[in-house]
């Protein structure tokens, strides 16, 4: 039996329909840069401009915001499509689900946790981080952001048919969050007093592996649920 | 093989059966959480190091070691009605996430009084006591995410996926004071060695783990039998029960 088309070009057909419809609403790019930007200025003022302060605490609020950001962003996507039902037609379709949600979670990445990645290090000169972590900071961000996307794609996906779902998101999907914080922040840590990280690179590397293995899966099921 | 295990998926049946099982579980745990903290509590014998202060390790433990496996519990039993789309076992699950949360959160505030005294200090971050936390979250969501479903069969398998997801931790909690260096002790029970703990200090600790798993047991059959008859009440054999319990 043919099947139509294939799982490639389905893949890279969603893929580039989400990308195209997140570039015409520039916005959704946009609001969650502005809001890690925002969120990271609010430090300095909060804690207080001394340099030495601010370089301490620096990995650890720019990975916060990020996380945040992240989390935003994230919500709005499969709302669009659970509203005006191009999400149920994706369940209907032949195409595996986990590939099609993998794909959306692609674009989502590439137009929230790229942008993130690029505008880091300037948040980083901002808040005087150690000079030799910024190696760290890109690498951390390039492996954990995919796996923020991925494991909060769950929470949405649980949560997309609900009215209020932007407070439980939050609770449901910090504290999955948290060992990527954790390894990312002690890993640029270590990188600001010269000692190897690479350890710790390699756990979130092994996050992202098993969540890009895995996490397609339990979205597809979630999103099985709440459509119903 | 199994066959015999599927007939108590339905509803009547998993309500007769628990309502057997319950007294059971009831006087077990009060006879072993008894005799488990009074022996703790009053006749061991006071640590050379510790003083006194060691003895809440007789409830610490059995809450920490608990918390954990009430989490496997509820995932094991959201697994099975994901799995085997069984009814019953999300009931359960439902059932026993409120429990965990509650001796997640004892096992937290035992152990924060027992470090006061000896650490000198409520908190420390550090990776057995964080993931514990991250545990208490993750109950959290879980109660929070089935709540907030109107249609229940949907919150259980919502909450079920959630829960399994969180299934990640609980490796993360058994051997966090393995991995990085802690200040929370390792563990001194060993279970195919030698425990590094006099004997007298381990039995009471032992006999409360089993009443602490016993208690957790007993109250999640009463919670899960009301949560039978919630979910069922239109059935006919609730009606029948209802009346014949004198209920309006």
């Known amino acids: 039996m043919k099947k139509g088309i294939s799982f490639r070009q389905a893949f890279f057909t969603l893929l580039k329909r989400d990308l195209q419809i997140a570039i015409r609403h520039k916005g959704d790019i946009f609001n969650p840069l502005l809001f890690f930007i925002l969120v990271v200025t609010l430090f300095p003022l909060g804690i207080g401009p001394e340099p030495q302060v601010l370089s301490r605490v620096a990995p650890g609020v720019i990975w916060v915001a990020a996380l945040l950001a992240s989390m935003l962003s994230l919500e709005r996507l499969f709302k669009a499509d659970y509203t005006d039902g191009s999400l149920e037609q994706m369940l209907l379709s032949p195409q595996p689900l986990p590939l099609m949600v993998l794909a959306k979670v692609l674009a989502h990445w590439i137009l929230t946790g790229v942008p993130l990645i690029l505008v880091a290090p300037l948040l980083a000169v901002l808040l005087h981080l150690e000079d030799n972590s910024y190696g760290a900071l890109i690498a951390t961000l390039a492996l954990g952001t995919p796996v923020l996307s991925l494991l909060g794609a769950i929470g949405v996906a649980l949560t997309v048919g609900l009215h209020k779902g932007g407070v439980l998101l939050s609770l449901l999907i910090l504290p999955l969050y948290i060992p990527v914080l954790i390894f990312a922040t002690t890993a640029i840590d270590a990188a600001g007093m010269n000692l190897p990280y690479s350890g710790h690179l390699a756990i979130i590397g092994a996050m992202l592996v098993g969540s890009l293995v895995l996490a397609p899966f339990a979205i597809g099921a979630s999103l099985r649920v709440s459509t119903n | ?248």
């Open chain 2, 1 to 248: 093989m199994w066959k015999w295990l599927h007939s108590y998926a339905d509803p009547e049946r998993a309500y007769n059966l628990s309502g057997k099982l319950l007294p059971w579980f009831a006087m077990l745990a009060t006879a072993l959480v008894g005799i488990g903290s009074v022996w703790g509590l009053a006749f061991a014998p006071t640590d050379y190091q510790q003083g006194d202060s060691y003895r809440i390790i007789f409830i610490h433990v059995p809450a920490a070691s608990m918390s954990m496996a009430a989490y496997m519990a509820m995932a094991s039993s959201a697994f099975i009605g994901l799995v085997w789309q069984i009814k019953s076992a999300d009931w359960a699950a439902a059932a026993i996430a409120p429990i965990g949360a509650v001796i997640t959160f004892i096992a937290l505030i035992t152990g924060a009084t027992w470090g006061k005294p000896m650490w000198g200090t409520w908190w420390v971050w550090d990776a057995r006591l964080t993931s514990e936390l991250v545990l208490l979250f993750l109950y959290l969501g879980v109660i929070a995410l089935y709540a907030s479903f109107e249609d229940k069969v949907l919150a259980a398998r919502a909450a079920g996926i959630l829960a399994i997801v969180g299934v990640i931790n609980i490796p993360i909690i058994k051997y966090s004071v393995e991995w990085w260096s802690s200040l929370h002790q390792p563990s001194t029970i060993r279970i195919t060695e030698k425990s590094t703990m006099s004997t007298d200090m381990l039995y009471p600790l032992l006999i409360n783990i089993a009443g602490f798993g016993l208690m957790i047991g007993a109250i999640t059959l009463i919670r899960f039998r009301s949560e039978i008859l919630a979910r069922n009440g239109m059935r006919p054999w609730v009606r029948e029960l209802a009346i014949a319990e004198g209920v309006k």
